[in-house]
Structures are given as C-alpha cells and as structure tokens.
C-alpha cells in the first residue's frame, strides 16, 4: 500500500499586480470583473519550469471563470493541476475546477502547471479575467535562462550517494520533495501518523519521526493506521496539505473495519498541525491516492468488486466524493493473481501529456507482489474503457538481487527537477510477508521512446547509488 508527487524545486518570485476598470457596455457575463494576478515561477530546470498562478477578484463576484494569457518565447503548458489548461500556439487559456469555480469579491484562488521552454524567460505577456484585460506588466524572471543540471563535477561538489533500505521497518512509503526538504511517511500499524524529514535522501536513513496526529479518539478510524499520502491541493479553503490514509477501529479483527480517511493542514507546512476533516465513504476500501486530470480531482484505491479491485471517484472538493465508486480494473491476468488475486495501491504519474497509474498486484503476503500499469488512451479518467492495461508487469522481484515483492511505490522528482525517481518496499527474502519488516527503498527511472516509464529493475540493499541531482552538499 503507497506517492505524487508534491515537489519543490530553486524558487524564483515573479509577481504582477494587475487592476482593470471595465468600460460602459461590456457583455453582462463580464461586468464589474476586476482581477490582480500573482505569477510565481516556483521552479525551473534546463528545458523546463513549474508555475503557480493566484487570481484575486477585485470585481463583483464570479461563478466560473476563464483566464488567459500569452508566452511570447516558445514556451508550453504540458500539465496542470487544479484547472483545465490548454493552449494553441503561445495563447493560453485555464478554467475553473468544479470546487473552485467561484471567486467572491475580495477572494482568490490558485492553480499550477508545468511547462516547457526554449532557453527565454518563462514570463506571461499577458492576463485577461473572462475576457477582460488586466492592466500592468508582469515581472521580468531573475534568470534569462535555466540553470543547468548539477553533474557529479559541478562547482557544488561531488554528487551525494545513499544506499537502500531508506527506513528499514517502513511498509506503504509516500515520498515527497517541498521546499528543500525529503518528507517521508509510512504505514506504522497504530493510532498515530508519523513523518520523517531530510535535505537529503541518505538523511532519511536516521532522521527522527515525528508524529504529526494521533487517530485517537477518532470513532471511525482510530487504529491500525496504512498508506499514508499527503498531497499539496487548492481547496475551498486555499492551498492546504491533504494525508489521505486507512484504519480501522479498535477491534480484535480489524481489518474488516479498515476505511479511507483524510487529515487537513492548518497551513502549508508537510508536517502540520492537521486536524481531521472527512470520512471518505463507509465500505472497506484501501491506498487511497490522487488523480489530477482536466483540472478535476479524482480518488483511487482499492475495493472489494470482483475480487481486490482498483476503483475511481470524482471528488467534489479535496474531502469530499462526487458520484459513485467506479470499477478501473481488476486482478484478470495470472500474474496478477499470483498467491491472491489483488490489484491495489494505484499511484499517478504524468509524463509529455500522457497519464498512467501505476499499481500493486498480486498478495503482498507472497514474494510475487508486483507493479502493473494502466495508461489513460482515452479523455474521461471515470470510464475504465478509456484505460489500457499493460499485459506485462513493469516492476517485479529480482532473485539475483534479493528484492522480492517490490511494490506499492510512489513517485517524486529529484530537487532540481531533472529526474525521475520512483520510492518502494520490498522484502530481503521469499519468505518475507505482508508487515512491518518490509523496508522502504528509492531510485531513478527513465522513459522509453514510446514515453512509457522504465522502472529498471529493482536495486540490491546496501548498493551505493548516486543520489538525485540537485541535492546540497549537506
């Protein structure tokens, strides 16, 4: 059971602060819009950057809203969360979510994306609130080019090296990058939530854990905590962390109890406070996780329908379910039924344009635990027709190595954006089971030319392996 991924990368500020005054006789939908719109370049790699964008409404209140802009230089949206962004040459056009479609007088709302670029500044020309300009100029990008990739003969110094397990009694890992820091969580089989953190990924090994809430008191779900992950979403009530988790209740068999449940942040620190915001639903369920997609928010797990069965859900807000469970998949090929027929854990990962889920098959209690992918080769997440299934594992033990039963991973990017990294447990031995002895583990992947992800196969423990590029020397 699983991680997103949250990421941080070199920070740049870009603001711009924008009024507009509209003239008589503007079209009823745009009357009295006003906006100020904050542009913040939050982090840039060679060939590519990431971008927050908060909208204040400094007009009448709006029910939907349409923002568009212009890159002048080449640059291209390839992802977006938290609104449907497209773009036909260097015009670009972001609408609302379903949650965050209104904007009251004097309020605000923000969404992110990442994109691509030529070598110029990654700055708008531009900004119109449903059609209505915003005046002013947004701000010139500290650096007209991108930093290169720290190499191991960077002037910062010899890359960092770490060696697998990152925590060695550390089942279900969720794995993130923010702000110059690792944060890591993993299931602890009682009633607290615990995270570790580090500025590099060997520190992980020794770093303290910190529990950031106890469970108990909670009627629904007070003990038996899995699967921890905390995402970084807008909501209704701005940008928050949101850790999504699974337990039960306090009863000599538990696990018929066990349901998906998710904390809020007071702010917008990884390690809280958080206080307990929703049940998500009321049937047994497991490894809850996020899908962006459209600008909509989507829940995944796993659920009993035929068998251990991957399922998805609109989600209304962060907490909040829209519409029924929909069945994405099931445990249909042999390797997927290997000592129990399972398929769980489903992890998102975005790459040019394309959406997969990553997932766990077969028994975790067995040595053939193993990862599976579905690639969305449709345009609605919430039809499983317009999913394919690889017929293939794509991550699964290796004897030579001593790994058996690698699986519910997640992903994060490496600190200064350049690479992709996939974080895993696993067991030391055939005989290795479903519990507290599975170990977390991490390392790189790349793409094949068809632009589906390359897992590699997964590495012995105490190998030295470099550590993600970009990384401080301490």
């Not at 479903?434 to 632009?451: E, H, I, L, V, Y």
Request: aromatic share 10%; charged share 10%.
């Amino acid at each position: 059971m699983k991680i997103s991924p949250s990421r941080a990368y070199l920070a740049t500020s870009l603001a711009a602060v924008l009024a507009a005054v509209l003239p008589v006789g503007v079209d009823e939908a745009q009357a009295a819009v006003g906006c100020r719109v904050d542009y913040t370049v939050t982090n840039q790699w060679q060939g590519g950057f990431g971008a927050n964008v908060t909208i204040h409404n400094v007009g009448d209140a709006v029910n939907g809203w349409r923002l568009t802009w212009s890159f002048g230089a080449g640059q291209q949206v390839t992802q977006a969360w938290n609104a449907t962004v497209t773009q036909a040459g260097g015009n670009v056009t972001a609408v609302d979510a379903g949650y965050n479609a209104a904007i009251p007088s004097g309020g605000n709302t923000s969404f992110g994306f990442n994109g691509s670029w030529n070598g110029a500044n990654p700055n708008p020309v531009s900004f119109s609130l449903n059609g209505v300009p915003c005046t002013g100029t947004p701000g010139s990008s500290p650096s007209a080019s991108p930093s290169p990739s720290p190499s191991p003969s960077s002037p910062t110094g010899p890359r960092n090296t770490f060696t697998n397990p990152l925590k060695q009694h550390g089942p279900d890992p969720w794995l993130t990058y923010h702000n110059g820091y690792y944060y890591l969580a993993t299931t602890t089989w009682n009633s607290t939530i615990t995270m570790r953190r580090s500025r590099t990924l060997a520190g992980l090994k020794n770093a303290p854990d910190t529990t950031v809430f106890n469970l108990s008191g909670l009627p629904n779900g007070c003990c038996n905590m899995w699967a921890p992950e905390f995402h970084l979403l807008d909501g209704p009530n701005g940008r928050r962390w949101y850790m999504y988790y699974v337990a039960g209740q306090n009863v000599g068999d538990y696990n018929p109890t066990q349901r998906l449940h998710v904390l809020e942040s007071d702010g917008t620190d990884p390690m809280g406070p958080y206080h307990f915001k929703a049940d998500l639903g009321n049937v047994w369920a497991l490894d809850a996780s996020i899908l962006q997609h459209g600008g909509r928010l989507y829940l995944m797990g796993t659920y009993q329908n035929g068998g251990q069965s991957l399922f998805i859900q609109a989600l209304g807000n962060p907490w909040t379910t829209s519409g029924p469970m929909v069945k994405l998949t099931g445990p249909t090929l042999a390797w997927e039924r290997q000592t129990f027929p399972v398929a769980e854990g489903p992890e998102p990962l975005y790459h040019n344009g394309k959406t997969f889920v990553i997932y766990s098959a077969s028994a975790c209690w067995g040595p053939d635990y193993k990862l599976g992918m579905l690639t969305l080769t449709g345009s609605d997440p919430l039809n499983p027709a317009h999913w394919t299934k690889s017929p293939n594992p794509v991550f699964q033990r290796n004897d030579a190595n001593g790994v058996f039963a690698p699986g519910h991973n997640g992903f994060f990017k490496s600190p200064d954006g350049t690479e992709d990294w996939i974080v895993y447990h696993a067991n030391d031995s055939a005989g290795g089971g479903c519990d507290m002895n599975r170990s977390t583990r991490a390392q790189k992947f790349t793409w094949n030319p068809d632009g589906t992800p390359n897992f590699g196969t997964p590495a012995r423990l105490g190998v030295t392996l470099p550590a993600p590029a970009g990384e401080p020397a301490n």
